[in-house]
T-cell receptor, first 121, second 109 residues
Framework: GAVVSQHPSWVICKSGTSVKIECRSLDFQATTMFWYRQFPKQSLMLMATSNEGSKATYEQGVEKDKFLINHASLTLSTLTVTSAHPEDSSFYIC?????????????????FGPGTRLTVL | RKEVEQDPGPFNVPEGATVAFNCTYSNSASQSFFWYRQDCRKEPKLLMSVYSSGNEDGRFTAQLNRASQYISLLIRDSKLSDSATYLCVVAYNFNKFYFGSGTKLNVKP
C-alpha cells in the first residue's frame, strides 16, 4: 500500500513553455501533498504544501504565480511550471500523506513519488 | 542557519564495517524525526522513524537527543547494498518537513 505515482517521469521542453506534472496517490486518500525540488547534489527543498480543496501554502522564495499547484481531489495534485526557463531544470518530487485506513502511519509518514526530471532548453 | 545539517561525506567503508551518521536540527519545537534513504536519481524512501526512546530495525539503530538537538543513525555489518545517500528529516506541526542535504555512504567490497 501507499503508492504514489508521478507523470511524466521526465520532460524536455523549450524555454517559455509550461509544463504540468501530475502526482497521484494510487491506493490511499492523500489529504496533504507536498512538492519538492532537488538540484544535483543538493537536498530536497520544499516548494509548497497543498491540502485537498484549498490553496497551496508556498515556502518563502517560491513564486506562486510561476509554480501553480492544484489539489482538486484526494488522489491528485498537479504542479504547473509556467513559462519555464533553463534555471527551472531540476528534479521535482511530490509526496503525500493521508488516510491509510486503520493506522496512523499515513499521517506521520510521507510517501514519495518517483520524481519528474525537467530539462528546459 | 539551515534547519537540518548533515555531514555530506562521503563515508567510504568496507563491507562489514559499522558506520554512524549524525544530524543536527535548529528548531527545538521539532516533533518528528526520520531517516530516509535516497539512491542516485531516485525518490527518497523511508528507512526508519526516530523515537525519543530510540529504535532499532535489524542492522539499523536510530537515536534522538532532544537536549542537544541531534539524531543519529548507526549501521552495523554494512552491506554493499547500503550504499546510498541518507537523508535526515525533521518535522514540526506534521506539515513542515525539512530535509538535510544528505550523507553519502559508499560500502566497498
Amino acid at each position: 500500500g501507499a503508492v504514489v505515482s508521478q507523470h511524466p517521469s521526465w520532460v524536455i521542453c523549450k524555454s517559455g513553455t509550461s509544463v504540468k506534472i501530475e502526482c497521484r496517490s494510487l491506493d490511499f486518500q492523500a489529504t496533504t501533498m507536498f512538492w519538492y525540488r532537488q538540484f544535483p547534489k543538493q537536498s530536497l527543498m520544499l516548494m509548497a504544501t497543498s491540502n485537498e480543496g484549498s490553496k497551496a501554502t508556498y515556502e518563502q522564495g517560491v513564486e506562486k504565480d510561476k509554480f501553480l499547484i492544484n489539489h482538486a481531489s484526494l488522489t491528485l495534485s498537479t504542479l504547473t511550471v509556467t513559462s519555464a526557463h533553463p534555471e527551472d531544470s531540476s528534479f521535482y518530487i511530490c509526496s503525500a500523506r493521508g488516510d491509510l485506513g486503520g493506522t496512523s502511519r499515513g499521517y506521520n509518514e510521507q510517501f514519495f513519488g518517483p520524481g519528474t526530471r525537467l530539462t528546459v532548453l | 542557519r539551515k534547519e537540518v545539517e548533515q555531514d555530506p561525506g562521503p563515508f567510504n567503508v568496507p563491507e562489514g564495517a559499522t558506520v554512524a551518521f549524525n544530524c543536527t536540527y535548529s528548531n527545538s519545537a521539532s516533533q518528528s524525526f526520520f531517516w530516509y534513504r535516497q539512491d542516485c536519481r531516485k525518490e527518497p524512501k523511508l528507512l526508519m522513524s526516530v523515537y525519543s526512546s530510540g529504535n532499532e530495525d535489524g542492522r539499523f539503530t536510530a537515536q534522538l537527543n532532544r537536549a542537544s538537538q541531534y539524531i543519529s543513525l548507526l549501521i552495523r555489518d554494512s552491506k554493499l547494498s547500503d550504499s546510498a545517500t541518507y537523508l535526515c528529516v525533521v518535522a514540526y506541526n506534521f506539515n513542515k518537513f525539512y530535509f538535510g542535504s544528505g550523507t553519502k555512504l559508499n560500502v566497498k567490497p
